[in-house]
Each structure stands twice: as structure tokens, then as C-alpha cells.
């Protein structure tokens, strides 16, 4: 299995531009989760989808930030328009509903605004 | 909500015992989850207690008191390459999300 994929590994951006984070979860897995990881705010919870429906989109910071999920293998996250305090390492999670709840994270992207 | 309180850093000497506490306070509970990261990696899960008592995986062991509010990861036989983040997170309600802590450091020291 390949686990999660994520893309790009590495963006860097100039402030006001919009980035575009994509996340394909592992196949069969029907939860997915988008994190953002700062030293200051630690790990946070963004938005979760279960079945590619959004179900708590409460940790999205502001309006700046949406999340689209159109089928069960494909994910984004967008920012629009990118701001410096949005630098971050942004993770993708998947799980399958039932079992022992085990989150199975991508390798992340590190996101720098400038 | 959820919070959760741990130790921000913990040092020890190879072959070691560390425990990591962790206490929660959150208005529903279902679960108490742990994950490993590596400096630059991603979160890997170590382990997951939904009731009380010790949970047993080779030199990591979880351990959970839904009374108390509080759960512990054990690393024993420390390894260098134990060195890392290690996060208890909560499972507050009946979906599949988790609120994580702030993390430990843990160092291992030859």
C-alpha cells in the first residue's frame, strides 16, 4: 500500500497568492482529516470528512481557508489569498471507520509564505 | 472542548524506563489515543485505549484510568532511536476525530 500521498512536499509562496494542497488517502479508508502543525499552535485539527462529506470544518481559521473533498480518493485544501502566519507543515490523515481509530498520516507539506 | 496536558520534555539514558503522563479534560470521552513523530515526519499511531487498565505492545505500553482523567505511555528499553515527539490524543465523541496534546520531547542519551 502506498499510504497516504500528498502534494507538493514543498511550497513556497509570496503572500496573497493562492496555494493548493492535494491529499489522496489510502484506498478503502473513509475518514480523512486535514492538520496543520505550527511550533506555537502545535497540531490542529482543521477539517474532517467522513465518507467525503465535511463534518467538522470548526478548526478552519477563516474564510481564507476552504477544503473540498469530491471523491472517495481525492482532497484539497486551499488558501486564498496566503498570508505568512499560514506557515506551517499541513499533514492529510486517514482512517477506516471502526477498529482502534488509527490515524494513518502523509508525509506532509511545508508550506512557506513570504 | 478538549484539553490535554503533558510534559513538554523528557531525557533519559539508553535502557531506560520513561512514562509519559497525559490528563484530559473533555466533555465527552471515548478514547485516548498515542503517536510517535520523528523530527521532520509525519505522526505514527503507537497505540489506542478505549478502556481502563494496561495496553502491551512490545517495549510500548498504554495505560488508561477513565476515572481519573489520565493515561501514560510507558517506553521501556530505550532505544536511541526512541528519540521524538510523542503525543496522547483524545477521542471526544462518537466520530472519528481526535484532539491532540502538545506533545513530549522525549531525548535519549547514550
Known amino acids: 500500500d502506498a499510504g497516504v500521498i500528498q502534494s507538493p512536499r514543498h511550497e513556497v509562496t509570496e503572500m496573497g497568492q493562492e496555494v493548493t494542497l492535494r491529499c489522496k488517502p489510502i484506498?478503502?479508508?473513509?475518514?480523512l482529516f486535514w492538520y496543520r502543525q505550527t511550533m506555537m499552535r502545535g497540531l490542529e485539527l482543521l477539517i474532517y470528512f467522513n465518507n467525503n462529506v465535511p463534518i467538522d470544518d470548526s478548526g478552519m481559521p477563516e474564510d481564507r481557508f476552504s477544503a473540498k473533498m469530491p471523491n472517495a480518493s481525492f482532497s484539497t485544501l486551499k488558501i486564498q489569498p496566503s498570508e505568512p502566519r499560514d506557515s506551517a507543515v499541513y499533514f492529510c490523515?486517514?482512517?477506516?471507520?471502526?477498529?482502534?481509530?488509527?490515524?494513518?498520516f502523509g508525509p506532509g507539506t511545508r508550506l512557506t509564505v513570504t | 472542548g478538549q484539553s490535554l496536558e503533558q510534559p513538554s520534555e523528557v531525557t533519559a539514558v539508553e535502557g531506560a524506563i520513561v512514562q509519559i503522563n497525559c490528563t484530559y479534560q473533555?466533555?465527552?470521552?471515548?478514547?485516548l489515543s498515542w503517536y510517535q513523530q520523528h523530527d521532520g515526519g509525519a505522526p505514527t499511531f503507537l497505540s489506542y485505549n478505549a478502556l481502563d487498565g494496561l495496553e502491551e505492545t512490545g517495549r510500548f505500553s498504554s495505560f488508561l484510568s477513565r476515572s481519573d482523567s489520565y493515561g501514560y505511555l510507558l517506553l521501556q528499553e530505550l532505544q536511541m532511536k526512541d528519540s521524538a515527539s510523542y503525543f496522547c490524543a483524545v477521542r471526544g465523541s462518537n466520530d472519528y476525530k481526535l484532539s491532540f496534546g502538545a506533545g513530549t520531547t522525549v531525548t535519549v542519551r547514550a
Open positions: 473533555t466533555s465527552g470521552f471515548y478514547g
Open positions: 484506498s478503502g479508508h473513509n475518514s
Open positions: 490523515a486517514s482512517s477506516f471507520d471502526g477498529g482502534n481509530y488509527e490515524q494513518y
